[in-house]
């Protein structure tokens, strides 16, 4: 994981930068570790993606491809959605 910085000519934008490497593999949420172990992955991704991104367009896109990515590790939206919030 690396940070994006565009330099734009009033400011800075950060974004997370996924490597070409990246394949989005996680923990799978049936896999046998406890649910504490599970929630702190999500917890963690998402303070990630919120400390990065300096912009609200940039968090959201963050977001929202972090839902994807743990959506296809099996993760209950509702899980996901309580963290988010």
């Known amino acids: 994981m690396r940070v994006l910085v565009i330099n734009n000519s009033l400011n800075l934008q950060t974004s997370v930068l996924h490597e070409k490497t990246f ?3 996680l923990t799978k949420y049936f896999s046998f ?3 504490s172990h599970k929630m702190d992955l999500v917890r963690t991704l998402v303070d990630r993606v919120y400390k990065i991104n300096n912009s609200w367009l940039g968090l959201h896109n963050g977001i929202k491809h972090l839902t994807l990515i743990l ?3 099996l993760f209950p939206v509702h899980i ?4 988010i919030n």
Request: hydrophobic share 30%.
């Open 71 to 73: 959506r296809k590790s």
């Open 80 to 83: 996901v959605g309580k963290v």
């Open 33 to 35: 570790t406890s649910f």
């Open 23 to 25: 394949t989005g593999l």
